[in-house]
Structure formats: structure tokens, C-alpha cells
């Protein structure tokens, strides 16, 4: 079935510096990827979403790259703020349909005023 | 306002004693799942529902059961809990498109401890 490895586990970064956290999934079936963010004692959100028909999509400071052939999907976030803080989860959609997702063990990022 | 709600929020029990979270959703959704999320682990799915009467294995589905007996309402059922339950579990619904995978709307979240 579908594995999805993200990383780094943690990221730390000076406020308004950009960060990237990288996902890779197992399964070439997988054709939706969304990302979501947890802030702490909070639940999961979505910040954005790609399907497998696009290689990029951007939403204000918020862009993620999908690379089909490598099976690698990343988040970018620029200008880093400190509400960015918190823990993000990348999730690649399962085998079966059924809105299966499969998601990552999770990166914690810390952006420092 | 759309949401996914979950009760208790918070539950300390001891081995043995069975409980049920409740989940419910007033989005019309006909996929509900339920996840668990430890440290280092991620979100992994228990269960999950295509729609009313249906459910069927996440991959961790034991110690768990699942009902749907209303599309509004997915309930999570540890019939004896351990303490290796101890977790924070969520529930989620989305709509359906036919199997395509869409967004998936989190409840609050319930953390529950077995001693």
C-alpha cells in the first residue's frame, strides 16, 4: 500500500526566511496530495492541495511542487511569520479510492521573531 | 456553521471499561473516517464510511469498532480499552465525488487515556 516519508522532522527558521518540507510517496496511483496544518492543542486544516493533473499551485505566501516521475510533493512557505508556527502534515491519497488518505509522520516548524 | 464535532474532548478511563466517542457532522458527507495521532506517527486511519451501513478497515482497526447508522453520525466504539489506546483521535468527514479523494474536515479532537 501507500507509504508517504516527510521531512525534515523538525525545521527552524529566522522570521521571513522561507521554509520547504519535502514528501515522497510510494504509490504512482496517488493523485491527490494535500497539505495541513496543526497548530498546537488544535486540529488538523487544510492549507492547500494539489491534484495530480498540476505540477504547481500557489496560494499567496503558500506554494506546493508536485513531481509525478519522482513521486515527490514539497511545501514552500516564504516570508515566514510566527503564526506559521506548527506542526505540518503532508498526505497522499490511498490505493481503493474511497477518499483514503495516507499521511506523514508530520515537521515541526518554529519561525523565531 | 459547517462542522465535525466529537465528545467527550477528554477522557481518562481504566483497561476494561468500554466507551464511545461520539462524531457528527452537519455538511452532508457521506465520507467519515477516524484516525488516531501519536507522536512521530502521523494521523493513521482506524476506520472509515462511504455512507450510511457502510464502513470498512483503516490501518489500525483493532480494539476499534465503527457504526453509521445516520450519515450524520459515526461513532467510535473500544469495547475494552488497553492503555496502548491511549491517543488523540480525531474524526473527519468529506464529501464523496464518486471516489475521488477531496477535502477532509477534522473535528476538535478527543485525547483519551486508559490506565
Known amino acids: 500500500g501507500e507509504n508517504v516519508e516527510q521531512h525534515p522532522s523538525t525545521l527552524s527558521v529566522q522570521e521571513g526566511d522561507s521554509a520547504v518540507i519535502k514528501c515522497t510517496y510510494s504509490d504512482s496511483a496517488s493523485n491527490y496530495f494535500p497539505w495541513y496544518k496543526q497548530e498546537l492543542g488544535k486540529r488538523p486544516q487544510l492549507i492547500i492541495d494539489i491534484r495530480s493533473n498540476v505540477g504547481e499551485k500557489k496560494d499567496q505566501r503558500i506554494a506546493v511542487t508536485l513531481n509525478k516521475t519522482a513521486k515527490h510533493f514539497s511545501l514552500h512557505i516564504t516570508e515566514t511569520q510566527p503564526e506559521d508556527s506548527a506542526v505540518y502534515f503532508c498526505?497522499?491519497?490511498?490505493?481503493?479510492?474511497?477518499?483514503?488518505?495516507?499521511f506523514g509522520a508530520g515537521t515541526r516548524l518554529a519561525v523565531h521573531p | 456553521e459547517a462542522q465535525v464535532t466529537q465528545n467527550p474532548r477528554y477522557l481518562i478511563t481504566v483497561t476494561g471499561k468500554k466507551l464511545t466517542v461520539t462524531c457528527s457532522q452537519n455538511m452532508n458527507h457521506e465520507y467519515m473516517s477516524w484516525y488516531r495521532q501519536d507522536p512521530g506517527l502521523g494521523l493513521r486511519q482506524i476506520y472509515y464510511?462511504?455512507?450510511?451501513?457502510?464502513?470498512d478497515k483503516g490501518d489500525v482497526p483493532e480494539g476499534y469498532k465503527v457504526s453509521r447508522k445516520e450519515k450524520r453520525n459515526f461513532p467510535l466504539i473500544l469495547e475494552s480499552p488497553s492503555p496502548n489506546q491511549t491517543s488523540l483521535y480525531f474524526c473527519?468527514?468529506?464529501?464523496?465525488?464518486?471516489?475521488?479523494?477531496?477535502?477532509?474536515?477534522f473535528g476538535p479532537g478527543t485525547r483519551l487515556t486508559v490506565l
Open positions: 464510511s462511504m455512507n450510511v451501513e457502510v464502513t
Open positions: 498526505a497522499a491519497s490511498g490505493t481503493g479510492g474511497y477518499n483514503k488518505l495516507i
Open positions: 473527519a468527514s468529506s464529501l464523496d465525488y464518486y471516489g475521488a479523494p477531496d477535502t477532509q474536515y
